[in-house]
């Protein structure tokens, strides 16, 4: 029985399963996993311990998401991986596995094809959404997937616990958990922008009113910004028989109040800067400089995901070239797309539209000893954190994003001072947008004029704003993050 347990469908572990039959754990990637790492016992399975050296004891259940992962949830006594003998980075983990049809459409068509759509603005609507009886069946497998996370946690919750219940996958979660455990304190975050009404609406009305019921069913709903907990009180707005008071941050629905929070989520700055002494990293450090030399460098570091943008940076990049020839020569390009979600055909498509992009860029400007544009697809730690100790000009340009915490390690982790170029459609613009060259994400020329004046910034200039930016990303950490948000539950 735990007093404080998390729920996401990702948990802090996966497993791969090689031909000899043996499973090999890794970390898990992404930014609500890199925040809850450091909150759940201490440290990530790849990482050292953080700040936080007093964390509650914590057990986090999460989702088996492939067939490596279920035999590994099948070996352990009861799914819990911690008591299989396996390293899980100091956190007890009981992962859940759940039947992979169920899983397939709850993750990849609901929660990732539908809710995150929506949150992002991704549609192209003259042709999605189209919400048919397939979607229908889909949604009854979102609804018997957050059940299983509301009986897990039902089990094993001690007498009045503190659940805290991660993100768009497990929007019904919430009230499902209410409903078998009245005594527990229960708080819903969302990592995720929250869409506006008038966007929200594309969801059928009947499955657009269930996952506000589902949040609303937690005693504090947390948000990564203002705007967003604004738009998810617009939207309650709308919803029959619920009452917003905006002064009072609640939200009423049956007689029950929710509480509406913010709790920006920054990085641990002394874990990272450990984790990025170490060797590997130097090691990649070095692999990097000898293929760039004494360039002036431009990194971004993304899952390849759409709402990332990388083909409208790539295109920024271009035109930076175009414009202002002067960097011919002097300046790379090193692009960091990681692999994500390619069960959706979406994926794949802007995977290879991302290639496609490239290739066109290196063709056109590459010579004999210039690589102007240097892409890595292979998801490598080590290496994204050397690249953000070398890089002059960090691009993050998302269409929309919750936070982004890749806008937060990089300042942290700059050897000389980088310059921000930063979407003011990301979350983590709020928080540093005094020092950040801000861009519309659809503006490629905007973006490539703010790489160009990112480039010619004066190197004082850069590194003192690079000092605060870094100072803005660590002000809240992933242990203060959670600690308020269990605070707010009392
Ligand atoms: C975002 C979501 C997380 C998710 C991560 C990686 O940060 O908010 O919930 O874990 O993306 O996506 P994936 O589908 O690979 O878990």
């Known amino acids: 029985m735990s007093q404080v347990l998390v729920a996401s469908n990702r948990g802090p572990v996966s497993f791969s399963l090689s031909d ?33 050296g007093a964390a509650p004891e914590v057990l986090w259940v999460c989702a088996a998401l492939g067939d490596a992962d279920r035999a590994a949830a099948r070996q352990a006594p009861d799914g819990r991986l911690d008591q299989a003998g396996r390293d899980t980075g100091g956190a007890a983990v009981r992962m859940l596995d759940i039947p992979a049809d169920t899983f397939h459409r709850a993750y990849n068509a609901v929660a990732n094809s539908t809710l995150w759509f929506v949150h992002h603005l991704l549609y192209d609507t003259p042709r999605t959404p189209h919400f048919d009886a397939r979607a229908r069946r889909d949604w009854q497998s979102y609804e018997a997937y957050n059940a299983a996370f509301a009986d897990a946690l039902a089990r094993d919750a001690a007498p009045g616990a503190k659940a805290a219940i991660q993100d768009y996958h497990l929007s019904l979660a919430p009230r499902m958990l ?143 070239l175009v414009n202002h020839p002067e960097w011919r020569g002097r300046v790379v390009h090193l692009a960091f797309a990681y692999p994500s979600r390619h069960d959706l055909r979406e994926y794949r498509e802007y995977t290879e539209a991302v290639r496609r992009t490239a290739e066109r860029i290196t063709e056109e400007f590459g010579t004999p000893d210039w690589d102007p544009l240097i892409v890595q697809v292979n998801d490598d730690f080590p290496r994204s954190l050397a690249a953000y100790g070398m890089a002059d000009v960090l691009l993050v340009n998302p269409i929309r994003d919750g936070m982004n915490l890749v806008a937060k390690e990089g300042p942290v982790l700059s050897e000389r001072g980088c310059a921000l170029v930063l979407s003011r459609e990301a979350g983590a613009a709020a928080e540093l947008d005094s020092d950040a060259l801000l861009v519309n994400p659809y503006d ?31 002000a809240l950490p992933p242990h203060r993050w959670f600690a308020d948000q269990l605070a707010a539950l009392d």
């Not at 000899?20 to 311990?49: F, H, I, K, N, Q």
């Not at 490629?444 to 803005?472: F, G, I, N, Y």
Request: proline fraction near 5%; charge should be positive.
């Open 20 to 52: 000899d039959g043996t499973l090999t754990m890794r970390r898990g990637g992404g930014g609500l996993v890199s925040g809850l790492a450091a909150v759940t016992g201490g440290r990530g399975p790849d990482g050292p311990p953080s700040e936080n």
């Open 444 to 474: 490629v020329s905007q973006t490539s004029e703010a790489l160009h004046r990112a480039l010619l910034m004066p190197h004082r200039e850069r590194a003192e704003r690079c000092a605060r930016l870094a100072a803005a990303a660590t």
């Open 178 to 320: 209410r409903d078998r455990r009245p005594d527990l304190k229960i708080v819903h975050f969302s990592h995720t922008p929250w869409a506006p009404p008038e966007y929200y609406r594309l969801l059928p009305d009947d499955i657009g009113a269930r996952i506000l019921d589902g949040i609303l069913g937690a005693d504090h709903a947390g948000f990564l910004t203002e705007r967003w907990a604004s738009a998810f009180l617009d939207c309650c707005d709308l919803l029959p028989g619920t009452k917003v008071d905006r002064l009072a941050r609640t939200v009423t629905r049956a007689g029950h109040v929710t509480r509406i929070g913010v709790h920006g989520l920054g990085v641990d700055g002394a874990a990272l800067r450990e984790r990025a002494a170490r060797d590997d990293v130097a090691e990649r450090a070095r692999a990097l400089r000898e293929r760039v030399g004494d360039r002036r460098l431009i990194v971004r570091v993304d899952r390849t995901e759409l709402s990332k943008n990388i083909v409208r940076g790539l295109a920024a990049y271009r035109e930076l």
